[in-house]
């Protein structure tokens, strides 16, 4: 169970109003949607608020920069251009010379499993998707042989390359790591930042001072306030996740996943997850992928030869494999109180909000029947580039208006609070702060703005609710913008149901998914 602190009205208001005084660095938080097409999380400890805008600029500026080299979505890109190219000798910039080099190497150093031509097979099984069913043995065959063929030759005399063919190219298998691996590195350089964790869509750099908890999601659940599968603390190192379990397609009611064998044309599913700890993003993302398609043994093997990997693989018949030095990560992890940075003066990283009591304290004995609440909610997002994302509040009320459960509060600093105003106005005096909120996230790459959060019919006090109508609340709110507040009334007993909410400026779509729990009797 985690450890709260309760915190008194008083003590809310003083943290959300009183100016701060320490003169060590203190951390800022920003999130962010639709960045490289999924999630961002940016946590900065600086010396002022200053200096942490501006390293949160000149994060943006990078990410948007080798975005517009390395991107295979932007028809523009540097990448893009040359693709179109055919047989000449094209003089590139030295990030991309740097990314198709080490698809030369990693192309090798896996037998294989990882390629950047991957994406011919992958468009194989996306087209048999859509007609419902298999591919055909010839099709595979056929994608198979055009993979190892090579697809590119690098000159690094003249620094060019030659694109040979026009088998499709996909760059993602590191990509990611590879930009936010050199977004810190730009970060640190120009803001005078002591410490960066960057999260984009589960891959994560921690870099400086700070010691970060980590959280791996588990492949098997669906909703972001699930426990994880495990927790470890990293620093100065690289986290990524990969797995087959968001991304994929169904062909007659089977799932197939997204990562494929370039040198079988079958979809990887012997695993569910592998998590890889490396000095490097770009090895952490390549391992991650690539342990996907690896036998256990040729994973171990490849792992061996890069001083400071750790590893966490979970294979579909429910093995847990890990490296040997996974434990002290583990140990880290039992030992960490508080997230934040070293020898920091003070730390301002957000809290969760959670309650440590309820109003009406009376003890619930009735033993409610097997079912959960699942709410599915999408952020409205624009068309182009990246946004920030607004504070969101999910509670639930019984059909008096008291307060039962807070199911999640994503919010900045303290201070922001207020802008919750609804939510606030029921828990300002049961607030609580859980200092493991801080913890970043590592898992496979989600879409951006979609979530799913989980009420498992419990209080604020861990008691089963009796049967009953509710109020699901939503509550939206950016700072000095805009405001939303979605209701919907739920009845809580043994009858299923689908709920659809209507939409608005914030949200996109959001659904209540009330159902039997998985393993309810």
């Known amino acids: 169970m985690k450890k709260v602190l309760s915190l ?19 951390w800022y938080v920003a999130h962010y949607e639709n960045v490289l097409g999924t999630s961002m999380e940016l946590k900065v400890a600086a010396p002022s608020p200053e200096a942490s805008q501006e390293t949160e600029k000149t994060v943006l500026k990078e990410i948007n920069r080798l975005s517009k080299i390395l991107s295979g979505y932007d028809a523009q890109s540097e990448f893009s251009r040359w693709f179109r190219t055919n047989n000449l000798a094209v003089p590139i910039s030295a990030e991309l010379y740097e990314i198709l080099n080490l698809f030369d190497q990693w192309r090798l150093r896996t037998n294989g499993a990882l390629d950047a031509s991957a994406e011919a097979l992958t468009q194989v099984w996306k087209r048999a998707a859509k007609e419902q069913r298999l591919p055909i043995p010839s099709e595979l065959a056929v994608a198979v042989e055009t993979i190892k063929q090579p697809h590119w030759r690098l000159d690094p005399a003249t620094h060019t390359a030659v694109h040979l063919d026009q088998v499709l190219l996909v760059l993602n298998s590191f990509a990611k790591s590879y930009i936010i691996q050199h977004a810190v590195i730009a970060a640190r350089k120009a803001a005078g930042a002591t410490s960066i964790v960057l999260n984009i869509g589960g891959d994560i750099v921690v870099d400086g001072k700070a010691t970060e908890p980590i959280d791996i999601s588990d492949p098997k659940a669906d909703a972001e306030n699930d426990p994880a599968l ?4 990293i620093a100065n190192a690289a986290i990524a996740t990969s797995g087959n379990y968001r991304r994929g397609e169904l062909i007659a009611g089977h799932w197939y996943s997204h990562i494929v064998d370039p040198r079988t044309g079958q979809p990887a599913d012997r695993v569910l997850s592998a998590t890889v700890v490396a000095p490097s993003a770009t090895d ?21 030869q890069y001083p400071g990997v750790e590893y ?11 490296s040997p030095g996974w434990k002290a990560l583990q140990a880290n992890a039992a030992e960490r109180t508080t997230p934040g940075i070293a020898n920091a003066a003070e730390s301002t990283t957000p809290v969760a909000s959670n309650v440590a009591a309820n109003k009406n304290p009376t003890a619930n004995t009735t033993k ?10 999408e952020i409205n997002l624009q068309k182009e580039g990246s946004v920030k994302r607004p504070y969101i509040a999910i509670w639930v009320e019984d059909q008096d208006h008291a307060p039962v459960r807070t199911i ?11 802008e919750l105003r609804s939510w606030y106005l029921k828990y300002r005096s049961l607030y609580t702060a859980d200092p493991n909120f801080g913890t970043s996230i590592t898992s496979a790459t989600r879409s951006a703005g979609k979530y799913s959060v989980k009420w498992d019919g419990k209080d604020d006090k861990g008691n089963e609710v009796k049967p009953g109508k509710y109020v699901i ?3 939206v709110s950016r700072e000095h913008g805009t405001y939303q507040l979605m209701r919907q009334e739920l009845d809580w007993n043994d009858q299923p149901q689908t709920l659809t909410l209507p939409a608005n400026i914030e949200i996109s779509a959001a659904s209540l ?4 729990k998985p393993n309810g009797n």
């Open 230 to 233: 495990d927790h470890i603390v």
């Open 513 to 516: 998914d009330y159902r039997k």
């Open 284 to 304: 952490a993302g390549a391992l991650a992928t690539a342990f996907n398609v690896l036998g256990i043994t040729e994973c171990t093997a490849l792992a061996r």
């Open 473 to 475: 609340k939503i509550e």
């Open 8 to 26: 008194s009205l008083l003590t809310v208001f003083s943290l959300a109003f009183t100016p701060r005084t320490s003169k060590g660095p203190q």
């Open 368 to 377: 409610a029947a097997p079912f959960e609440l699942v709410v599915n909610f």
């Open 312 to 322: 966490l693989i979970l294979t579909r018949d429910g093995q847990r494999i890990q």
């Open 408 to 418: 999640t509060v994503w919010h900045g600093s303290e201070r922001y609070l207020p």
